[in-house]
């Protein structure tokens, strides 16, 4: 019988080590695994004994990338746990933050990452040497981002600033006027950026995802709304380990999430625009219109374009919220702590992420659960990788090889992130 296995044993252009194995047997994809073999870091057990104050800058380091939002979740969940909303201008400034960290993440990924599959560079290094003006407005585009998050979060990376109830310190009315003229500027280089990667040559390929996100009435998701699918689910941040659980298999070091029936299910760009497209900065819409995206995209390949549209929407949405902004009376509320359980979950650039703490009476945690997008996004990457590699067998190993690493780089994975789970047990027989 004729065996084909396709191995890479370490990725690269991803966050974090991991590889995979795709192994073909007389013309069929009988096996296809991304194994994540970094050692788990036990945040959850970090995190028991600590005062609810403590979550934010405990789990900003978590991730390099996306340490704000591993601090807004852990900072709504707490709050929910104690009862507290926090909105107004301090509200503004957190989806601000946020909005920092999306134009940070998403071309760090666009550009450095994803870009040289694409165009056929085995680097971005390689690939600065063809594109190098491309190259150098996609790093002054991150650099914007990059200010905002120092300006807001006390640092580039794993912020500072942030707590419950707000923020330790605010920004001055120069410092954020700055930050509007470095945003006009960069507003520019995102149009160009959806309108460069729409222009990529995409594999075609279509695939029947269940789309899970936030959405809010007013907003394009961020830290708002309620956990939505695109089969017409609705439901409470707090209702979603009812949905949705997590399992352990043997060859990863993170959690698996499915369905609580068992089914594979996709968070990130391609989610939240199925569900949130209309939502969009009307700059964002139009682009996303031009680049050739209709209400849902089911092509994993072109989620590169939906990152460039969402980063443009991050912009605008900074611009906005800059151009509105009213100083808010102190830089936090009170939060007074309370025996209770609270549910928190915000849109990660990869995705929904998910915390839940227990909260003792003096406000200790008493238990914790982090779910990152990576974690959940694992059987749909596994899902990809058979369909892809399915229909490509006519290819040598070496290309077939590289649209495997393109596949999973679509999902722009932090395998660190999900290195997370908690339990371990060993049947030694």
């Not at 009862?83 to 909005?99: I, K, N, Q």
């Not at 165009?119 to 905002?148: E, F, Q, T």
């Not at 923020?167 to 470095?182: G, H, N, T, V």
């Given at each position: 019988?004729?065996?084909?296995?396709?191995?890479?044993?370490?990725?690269?252009?991803?966050?974090?080590?991991?590889?995979?194995?795709?192994?073909?047997?007389?013309?069929?994809?009988?096996?296809?695994?991304?194994?994540?073999?970094?050692?788990?870091?036990?945040?959850?057990?970090?995190?028991?004994?600590?005062?609810?104050?403590?979550?934010?800058?405990?789990?900003?380091?978590?991730?390099?990338?996306?340490?704000?939002?591993?601090?807004?979740?852990?900072?709504?969940?707490?709050?929910?746990?104690?009862?507290?909303?926090?909105?107004?201008?301090?509200?503004?400034?957190?989806?601000?933050?946020?909005?920092?960290?999306?134009?940070?993440?998403?071309?760090?990924?666009?550009?450095?990452?994803?870009?040289?599959?694409?165009?056929?560079?085995?680097?971005?290094?390689?690939?600065?040497?063809?594109?190098?003006?491309?190259?150098?407005?996609?790093?002054?585009?991150?650099?914007?981002?990059?200010?905002?998050?120092?300006?807001?979060?006390?640092?580039?990376?794993?912020?500072?600033?942030?707590?419950?109830?707000?923020?330790?310190?605010?920004?001055?009315?120069?410092?954020?006027?700055?930050?509007?003229?470095?945003?006009?500027?960069?507003?520019?280089?995102?149009?160009?950026?959806?309108?460069?990667?729409?222009?990529?040559?995409?594999?075609?390929?279509?695939?029947?995802?269940?789309?899970?996100?936030?959405?809010?009435?007013?907003?394009?998701?961020?830290?708002?709304?309620?956990?939505?699918?695109?089969?017409?689910?609705?439901?409470?941040?707090?209702?979603?380990?009812?949905?949705?659980?997590?399992?352990?298999?043997?060859?990863?070091?993170?959690?698996?999430?499915?369905?609580?029936?068992?089914?594979?299910?996709?968070?990130?760009?391609?989610?939240?625009?199925?569900?949130?497209?209309?939502?969009?900065?009307?700059?964002?819409?139009?682009?996303?219109?031009?680049?050739?995206?209709?209400?849902?995209?089911?092509?994993?390949?072109?989620?590169?374009?939906?990152?460039?549209?969402e980063t443009l929407h991050a912009v605008d949405t900074a611009l906005d919220i800059l151009a509105r902004y009213a100083p808010p009376e102190a830089p936090a509320i009170a939060v007074p702590p309370r025996a209770?359980?609270?549910?928190?979950?915000?849109?990660?650039?990869?995705?929904?992420?998910?915390?839940?703490?227990?909260?003792?009476?003096?406000?200790?945690?008493?238990?914790?659960?982090?779910?990152?997008?990576?974690?959940?996004?694992?059987?749909?990457?596994?899902?990809?990788?058979?369909?892809?590699?399915?229909?490509?067998?006519?290819?040598?190993?070496?290309?077939?090889?590289?649209?495997?690493?393109?596949?999973?780089?679509?999902?722009?994975?932090?395998?660190?992130?999900?290195?997370?789970?908690?339990?371990?047990?060993?049947?030694?027989?």
């Amino acid at each position: 019988m004729a065996r084909r296995t396709i191995r890479v044993d370490h990725l690269a252009r991803v966050e974090g080590e991991g590889a995979f194995t795709v192994t073909v047997r007389d013309g069929r994809v009988t096996q296809a695994e991304l194994r994540i073999f970094e050692p788990p870091r036990f945040f959850e057990a970090m995190l028991r004994g600590r005062q609810a104050t403590e979550a934010p800058d405990i789990t900003a380091r978590i991730c390099g990338i996306c340490p704000v939002a591993y601090q807004m979740s852990a900072v709504l969940a707490v709050e929910a746990a104690c009862g507290v909303t926090v909105d107004g201008p301090l509200a503004d400034l957190r989806r601000l933050l946020y909005c920092g960290e999306w134009i940070e993440s998403h071309v760090l990924h666009i550009a450095m990452l994803h870009a040289p599959d694409f165009l056929g560079y085995p680097s971005a290094v390689h690939m600065a040497a063809d594109h190098a003006d491309r190259v150098r407005a996609a790093l002054a585009l991150k650099k914007a981002g990059n200010a905002i998050v120092a300006l807001l979060g006390g640092r580039e990376i794993h912020p500072v600033n942030v707590r419950v109830g707000g923020f330790y310190k605010l920004p001055s009315p120069a410092q954020l006027a700055a930050l509007a003229e470095d945003l006009h500027r960069a507003r520019e280089i995102a149009v160009g950026l959806v309108d460069w990667v729409a222009g990529f040559d995409f594999p075609d390929i279509e695939r029947d995802y269940l789309f899970v996100a936030l959405r809010d009435p007013v907003h394009y998701p961020m830290m708002d709304g309620r956990i939505a699918t695109s089969e017409g689910q609705e439901m409470a941040v707090a209702e979603f380990p009812e949905h949705f659980r997590e399992e352990h298999v043997e060859r990863s070091t993170a959690l698996h999430g499915l369905t609580r029936d068992g089914r594979p299910y996709l968070v990130g760009p391609l989610a939240r625009h199925a569900l949130n497209h209309a939502r969009l900065s009307p700059g964002a819409r139009e682009a996303a219109v031009a680049a050739g995206l209709g209400p849902v995209c089911r092509n994993p390949f072109r989620s590169i374009v939906v990152r460039a549209v969402e980063t443009l929407h991050a912009v605008d949405t900074a611009l906005d919220i800059l151009a509105r902004y009213a100083p808010p009376e102190a830089p936090a509320i009170a939060v007074p702590p309370r025996a209770a359980t609270g549910h928190g979950a915000t849109e990660a650039p990869r995705g929904l992420l998910h915390h839940r703490y227990r909260l003792a009476a003096d406000g200790q945690i008493e238990e914790a659960s982090i779910v990152p997008p990576t974690s959940q996004n694992q059987p749909s990457i596994e899902a990809d990788l058979t369909e892809v590699v399915g229909r490509a067998l006519t290819l040598d190993d070496d290309a077939l090889r590289q649209r495997c690493e393109m596949t999973i780089r679509n999902y722009d994975p932090c395998i660190s992130c999900a290195t997370h789970f908690l339990r371990l047990e060993i049947d030694r027989g």
